[in-house]
């Protein structure tokens, strides 16, 4: 399946001019194949909604002499975009598993105001992005 993602601009219900297309299958049947998913979440942080799509991977074998054990482990791919003037850009790209998660940090700075940075939670790992003007990047 061939997934078209685009952005519209509220209030004006205006389509922003680039779109991102992402592929995902479903395989089922005898043998094996690998599968992969497709799941969208929006999340805010500070002034900018960010999209969030999360490809993932998982190979099978379900014939009756395959060893689970030699499959590589399911992975997720993890595509960040925000609105920009000219359509959806790419701000950050990173791999991990289904189980990790984005969320909104507040970082205080020393003269009393905040600044708002992009944690990635995955298994016991916390790293912390902060957005330079065109990408978030590792703090």
Avoid at 34 to 46: E, H, N, Q
Avoid at 47 to 57: C, M, P, Q, T, Y
Avoid at 117 to 139: I, S
């Amino acid at each position: 399946m061939r997934h078209t993602l685009t952005l519209v601009a509220l209030p004006r219900k205006q389509a922003l001019p680039q779109t991102v297309e992402i592929d995902s299958q479903i395989n089922e049947g005898l043998g094996g194949a690998t599968d992969t998913r497709l799941r969208i979440d929006m999340l805010s942080v500070g002034d900018e909604s960010l999209v969030i799509a999360a490809l993932g991977s998982s190979t099978w074998n379900n014939l009756p002499d395959a060893d689970p054990s030699a499959l590589p482990r399911p992975s997720t791919k993890f595509t960040l975009y925000r609105a920009a003037s000219t359509g959806l850009a790419q701000v950050l790209e990173v791999d991990g598993n289904e189980g990790c998660a984005f969320a909104e940090s507040v970082l205080p700075l020393k003269n009393g105001k905040s600044r708002s940075l992009l944690d990635y939670t995955c298994g016991k790992t916390t790293k912390h992005f902060g957005f330079n003007g065109t990408r978030y990047v590792q703090r």
